[in-house]
């Protein structure tokens, strides 16, 4: 079920919107025009953006005005794009990202 | 070549970009956002008169008024530096260098942190972030969630989350620890709250009248935080409940919460676990001013502005040469009050720039900003006018030596 | 249901407990925890912890605030490529 406000009791309803299909980790999702990333994914019922990077513990959006970084996903190939400050576009490719290696963690000889 | 580079297209940055485009400066406002705004998107509440005040109305009409006087919007860059050159400021964005010779920074505020057991969760944000989704986005944050943190700003969210269709179970506070400061203390929260009482007639009509008549008030101050809190709009504000932990595994599940003391500990034997599948924590406001720190301002530390701020005097001018701010970055208030100092630093700005013939127009608008400022319907902080005096007193003793 | 730690810097996962225990060993101003446990040394900059590293120096070690900012702030403010730092557009 989408958890789009079409109708609001002050704001008003939602004209008719272009949709632009997109990927998230490889699935394809639908967003409409003036979606952000992470609006769009919330909408569709996905939360968790990323994993921590050294911990793998899942993350969503935190404060959705930019400061956090916590929705930091990958687009097209490039890394660290907030998905609360980014359009979706027809056809962008969102990647969630994964734990990384820690080699010079405990000592620095990959332990 | 533009004459002025704002910082923050909110309603500081975007006031100051009219005025001083009025004034015949080429001025150009960048913002990382992908809309002007800033905090204008999404604030939605009743006025004392009983019209809606409606952020996205108010961001449309100051951009369009921006647009018309030639300026110049690039939203979607982000500044990660500053420096200060012979002429000038060095602006370092996402969209390459901009130099320019005077620089306003308004780049608002951001939210301070209640950690909560649990809060890097899914599903879990800041409460600004669902205020963002929901009337931004138009997306619901979930069906049924608790807010952690009861301050005005959460209140006045909670019902605009309530307004979309969204339910808040209840309003709580986080439990009392090293980093919670009074946010956790039962009679701190209450004490803020009270703290508007003065303003009780207009404030219960911008509360919405079913739930009025002077007796929320009377009956938080009475009868001592009853069990269940108190309601408005049918949320209940339990200032006697506090958060322990925010469970789940992979994100939200509910809530795991207890009765306090009047101290704000725990009370045995009174936890429970509520169902809930959003949390938004609400910890207040405090000046965003890296930018600032960046370009070597002197700070002041004022609680009742909200933290660190940059000293500025009541044009709007830091003692850094060319370096001038406005809006939250300088004291939580409202976004009238920004406003307001936006058009007081744009002229300001103007003056310096020789393009201001008349200087009533300055003086007009910085007696503008108290007279806004005294009637506010809802104070942030009881306090504010003495701290802008002391940041003022600082101010004139940094450029005095 | 597992329990969850008090986590302070989520960009670093610090919590609480490393922060205090730190704090306690160590008498220390906001800019060596910082240093010592990594916390506000994140993607975000410290932007979301910097006042709580602030606040548990300040219960610890009883140091007030001043006016001066505790914990310095560095560019680039944004974590940004090094191709943006050199001047290319994003």
Not at chain 1, 29 to 52: K, N, Q, S, W
Request: net charge neutral.
């Amino acid at each position: 079920m989408s958890q789009r406000i079409d109708h609001h009791p002050i704001l008003g309803s939602l004209g008719d919107r272009k949709q632009l299909p997109f990927y998230y980790n490889g699935s394809v999702y639908t967003a409409y025009e003036g979606e952000t990333i992470a609006g769009a994914l919330l909408a569709a019922g996905v939360r968790t953006l990323r994993v921590h990077e050294e911990k793998g513990t899942p993350r969503g959006i935190y404060c959705n005005i930019g400061h956090c970084y916590e929705c930091r996903v990958h687009v097209d190939g490039v890394p660290t794009v907030r998905a609360c400050m980014t359009l979706v576009q027809e056809g962008m490719q969102v990647n969630a990202g994964s734990i990384l290696p820690t080699p010079l963690k405990k000592g620095g000889h990959g332990a | 070549m533009i004459d002025l580079l704002i910082i923050g297209a909110g309603p500081a940055g975007l006031s100051a970009a009219i005025a001083s485009a009025r004034q015949g400066l080429a001025v150009r406002v960048v913002d990382e956002f992908y809309r002007p705004g800033g905090r204008l998107l999404g604030q939605l509440h009743e006025e004392p008169d009983g019209v809606w005040w409606n952020g996205l109305d108010e961001a449309a009409r100051l951009t369009e008024e921006a647009k018309h006087l030639g300026v110049e919007l690039c939203c979607g860059v982000s500044v990660f530096h500053l420096t200060q050159s012979q002429n000038g400021w060095v602006v370092s964005t996402t969209q390459g260098e901009m130099i320019v010779p005077l620089l306003l920074i308004a780049t608002g505020a951001s939210e301070a942190a209640v950690p909560v057991p649990g809060w890097t969760l899914p599903g879990v944000m800041s409460i600004g972030a669902a205020q963002v989704m929901t009337n931004v986005q138009r997306v619901r944050v979930g069906q049924r969630g608790v807010v952690i943190g009861i301050n005005i700003l959460s209140v006045a969210i909670s019902r605009e989350l309530q307004l979309a269709g969204i339910a808040v179970d209840r309003m709580i506070l986080p439990s009392s620890t090293t980093v919670s400061g009074t946010a956790g203390q039962p009679q701190a929260v209450m004490q803020s709250l009270l703290r508007v009482a003065h303003l009780a007639p207009s404030l219960m009509i911008r509360m919405g009248s079913k739930v009025m008549g002077s007796s929320w008030m009377q009956k938080l101050a009475v009868s001592l935080y009853p069990s269940n809190g108190f309601s408005m709009w049918d949320i209940p504000i339990q200032l006697r409940t506090a958060a322990l932990e925010i469970v789940g595994t992979s994100q939200v599940e509910g809530v795991r919460i207890a009765r306090v003391a009047t101290d704000g500990s725990p009370i045995a034997g009174t936890e429970q676990v509520i169902p809930a599948d959003f949390v938004c924590i609400a910890g207040g406001l405090s000046p965003l001013a890296e930018l600032a720190a960046i370009a070597g301002c002197p700070f002041a530390y004022v609680p009742s502005l909200g933290g660190h701020v940059p000293l500025h005097n009541e044009s709007m001018r830091t003692p850094v040469p060319g370096l001038y701010v406005a809006g939250n970055i300088t004291g939580i208030e409202s976004a009238k009050v920004a406003m307001a100092q936006g058009t007081v630093a744009g002229l300001s700005i103007a003056k310096a720039r020789g393009k201001l013939k008349n200087e009533q127009p300055l003086s007009d608008a910085i007696q503008q900003v108290k007279f806004i400022r005294q009637n506010a319907t809802i104070q942030f902080h009881p306090d504010i006018v003495a701290g802008r005096a002391l940041v003022g007193q600082m101010t004139a003793e940094w450029i005095a030596n | 249901m597992e329990s969850h730690p008090l986590i302070i810097c989520r960009c670093e996962e610090v919590t609480l407990a490393e922060l205090v225990e730190t704090a306690q060993t160590y008498p220390c101003t906001a800019r060596e925890l910082k240093l010592r446990t990594r916390a506000g040394m994140g993607c975000c900059g410290g932007r979301t912890c910097r006042t709580l590293i602030d606040q548990v120096i300040q219960q610890v070690t009883g140091q007030a605030p001043s006016h001066t900012v505790s914990l310095g702030y560095q560019p680039p403010i944004r974590p940004v490529s090094f191709q943006t730092i050199g001047g290319q557009r994003a």
